[in-house]
Antibody
Framework: EVQLVESGGGLVQPGRSLKFSCAAS????????MAWVRQAPKKGLEWVAT????????YYRDSVKGRFTISRDNAKSTLYLQMDSLRSEDTATYYC????????????WGQGASVTVSS | DTVLTQSPALAVSLGQRVTISCRAS??????MHWYQQKSGQQPKLLIY???NLESGVPSRFSGSGSGTDFTLTIDPVEADDIANYYC?????????FGSGTKLEIK
């Protein structure tokens, strides 16, 4: 069974940093591109970043470029999202998701982890 | 960016057919996917590449469309289908989602 388990959320002040982890199991992690998707309270889904299977390429939405870093450790089957210079508008539940195939559909999702950016 | 437009909400009677629409601001070919999100849960993939039913998803869900106009159909609607439904395109970066359609039961 495919499982994605996020961790690392919490309350953080504006301008500070936080790092999410996503532990993957039930599939060969190193075969898949992975993504982070967020959802602000009572709002819709928003793609944040994608990393290809070997970590050699990464992609970000404009609003997080230069502040967020997506990375992976294939030996540990773990995906990361380092978030720096956090803003109140980054407050959200963050989901890790698995991309499948050339369509990059997101076919498996974690349960989500939340960050609140507030002073 | 490719903007995806969905109706905010739909009300339908149990056992009836419902069609949820998604219109893209530019062609996304068939790189359109549909997700269901129930309250307090993570999204779940229903349909990929416009018309392909994800494994394990009931056959009362179906998808169609190409280019800029897409639909998700549920027939018949069951009580368990109360959820928000999102379309998402992966034709180009940034990947974008529609704002979601809330399905309500009459």
């Amino acid at each position: 069974e495919v499982q994605l388990v996020e961790s690392g959320g919490g309350l953080v002040q504006p301008g500070r940093s936080l790092k999410f982890s996503c532990a993957a199991s039930g599939f060969t992690f190193s075969d898949y591109a992975m993504a982070w998707v967020r959802q602000a309270p009572k709002k819709g889904l928003e793609w944040v970043a994608t990393i290809i299977y070997d970590g050699s390429s990464t992609y970000y939405r404009d609003s997080v470029k230069g502040r967020f870093t997506i990375s992976r450790d294939n030996a540990k089957s773990t995906l990361y999202l380092q978030m720096d210079s956090l803003r109140s508008e980054d407050t959200a539940t963050y989901y890790c998701a698995r991309h499948r195939g050339i369509s990059y559909v997101m076919d498996a999702w974690g349960q989500g982890a939340s960050v609140t950016v507030s002073s | 960016d490719t903007v995806l437009t969905q109706s905010p909400a739909l009300a339908v009677s149990l056992g009836q057919r419902v069609t949820i629409s998604c219109r893209a601001s530019k062609s996304v070919s068939t790189y359109m996917h549909w997700y269901q999100q129930k309250s307090g849960q993570q999204p779940k993939l229903l349909i990929y590449s416009a018309s392909n039913l994800e494994s394990g998803v009931p056959s009362r869900f179906s998808g169609s469309g190409s280019g800029t106009d897409f639909t998700l159909t549920i027939d018949p609607v069951e009580a368990d289908d109360i959820a928000n439904y999102y379309c998402q395109q992966s034709n180009e970066l940034p990947f974008t989602f529609g704002s979601g359609t809330k399905l309500e039961i009459k």
